[in-house]
């Protein structure tokens, strides 16, 4: 090959990121190619190359120009964090911890990134070297009202823990800026719950929601509307095809309210032999926006081309997330409930499974609970969480009646309290054999979990959270008080 100018580098180059950017990864990954050839010391070139893979679905390949990337430029610091949150994603663990330590090792401040190795190992399963790298950053970082929000995830406080007037002694400061405040609301709330204050916890959990609220306003109008057009969309959908879909891995999704107990159903699931989990993966209501429209943009589906398309697309990328070569795997992305007639159009050997909760304890685990903010917005208000809450089993009841026998509901009380007939049904509604293993399912460690029930997915099934509202029913009137006359089941 000859040798590039200056300019025609530069030029492909540019191509290439316009390219990119209108969807032309093809056009866009020959002109990288090119460029790899004539400089094959340039990391930049299969950084984006690992980009265009990751975005096709292909993996190894994306894995391999990443590793090539991180290669010829150990020592870029924005390229080694991008990596590491690459790595994480496509379950490479070693390369990603490896990545994160390189960061810590690079002149600077390394809060950051001892910060996010600590919480990775949190979803990991290894709890005490997280908790050791914490309490080293809290030490030296006592005002970082973050760090005991994302600490505290993955363990309880006990009674005398210094931490605990570490924290009370921040909140106290009249300075403490609004989003710190808001991080640290979560942390301290939960303590104070663990420490037998759970008067005092409860107020701390409202501030820091009135305050997410004042910084991401909702409006529950607008979310009915756009959740009412996606219904909608799915009445007039084609009949299925007479033959089954050759397509794998073949999906069960797992959906239900955040802190329903998806988590714990998952693990039971993905203990099976031919399972593995796919937690939130995030696809297949994305790609329904991108293919079908957004929100209130979403017009009837009624093309078979689309669908075998969309069916084909999610595959490809649920492949690509979910390591391994398992036949089933799992999907508890919580939004999916809005698509399930979707789905079970596009995928037609798809698994659906409910999971119920009573809403008292819903209501308090969201409320108690941090998410990032602009995510889950009702669940910054009592009232809000109970108006979506209502909203979801009204999507649930829905598709039970427009596809009889497609969703499997279970019920979390239910579960916990019977763990071997509900686990029995459940692995059945999923299509699969029954394994003594799925009782087993904490003991099964491998992978992460991405989740907010990090700590409780590592463990057998406990009753513990069972009628946890009982305890805070006087805080909690705003939402009895919105749930009304209706059944709480």
Same mark, same amino acid.
């Given at each position: ?35 790899? !050839?004539? =400089? +094959?010391? #340039?990391?930049?070139?299969? *950084?984006? $190359?690992?980009?265009?893979?990751? %975005?096709? @679905?292909?993996? /190894? ?114 300075? !403490?800026? =609004? +989003?710190? #405040?808001?991080?640290?609301? *979560?942390? $301290?709330?939960?303590?104070?719950? %663990?420490? @037998?204050?759970? /008067? ?119 492949? #690509? ?169």
């Amino acid at each position: 090959m000859l040798p590039l100018s200056a300019d025609t580098k530069a030029r492909l180059m540019k191509q290439a990121a316009s390219d990119m950017a209108q969807g032309r990864l093809a056009e866009a990954r020959n002109a990288l190619q090119q460029l790899a !050839l004539a =400089e +094959p010391k #340039r990391a930049d070139v299969p *950084y984006q $190359l690992s980009r265009i893979a990751f %975005e096709l @679905g292909d993996r /190894e390949t994306c894995l391999a120009e990443l590793r090539k990337a991180v290669a010829l430029a150990p020592d870029n610091p924005q390229l080694t964090r991008q990596a590491a949150e690459r790595f994480r994603h496509l379950g490479a663990t070693d390369e990603a911890l490896a990545a994160y330590d390189r960061l810590i090792a690079a002149p600077g401040n390394s809060l950051g990134a001892r910060a996010d190795k600590a919480h990775y190992l949190q979803h990991l399963g290894r709890f005490d070297e997280a908790e050791t790298i914490f309490r080293k950053l809290l030490k030296q970082h006592p005002n970082e009202a973050q760090l005991y929000r994302i600490s505290l995830g993955g363990k309880k406080l006990a009674k005398g823990d210094p931490l605990l007037p570490a924290m009370e002694k921040l909140w106290a400061r009249k300075d !403490l800026p =609004e +989003p710190a #405040r808001i991080q640290l609301g *979560y942390a $301290l709330g939960k303590a104070l719950d %663990e420490t @037998g204050q759970p /008067e005092r916890g409860f107020a701390c959990v409202a501030r820091a929601n009135a305050l997410q609220r004042k910084a991401a306003p909702f409006d529950n109008a607008a979310q009915d509307r756009e959740f009412a057009t996606v219904r909608a969309a799915q009445d007039a959908l084609p009949p299925q095809p007479a033959t089954a879909s050759d397509l794998t891995p073949r999906p069960v999704f797992v959906t239900g309210m955040p802190r329903s107990g998806t988590t714990l159903v998952e693990r039971i699931l993905a203990a099976h032999s031919e399972v593995s989990a796919g937690n939130e993966l995030g696809l297949a209501l994305k790609l329904a926006y991108g293919i079908f429209g957004a929100g209130e943009q979403m017009r009837p589906i009624t093309e078979t081309a689309k669908l075998d398309a969309f069916a084909r697309r999610y595959t490809t990328l649920a492949r #690509r997330d979910v390591p391994g070569d398992s036949p089933v795997i799992t999907d508890k992305s919580i939004l999916s409930y809005l698509i399930v007639g979707l789905l079970h159009r596009a995928l037609p050997e798809a698994r659906f499974v409910v999971v119920q909760r009573d809403p008292r304890d819903i209501a308090l685990s969201i409320y108690k609970n941090y998410f990032n903010t602009g995510s889950h917005r009702y669940g910054n208000d009592l009232a809000d969480i109970a108006h979506a809450i209502k909203r979801f089993r009204g999507f649930v009841a829905h598709w039970k009646q427009a596809l009889p026998g497609v969703v499997h509901e279970i019920r979390y009380e239910d579960l916990v309290s019977d763990p071997e007939p509900q686990s029995r049904a459940l692995i059945a509604a999923a299509g699969l054999d029954w394994q003594e293993a799925c009782l087993d399912f904490h003991k099964n460690t491998s992978g992460a979990v991405k989740t907010l029930s990090v700590s409780q997915a590592r463990q057998p099934i406990y009753t513990g959270s069972a009628q946890a509202w009982t305890k805070h029913e006087r805080e909690l009137q705003p939402f009895i008080k919105a749930w009304g006359d209706e059944p709480w089941d």
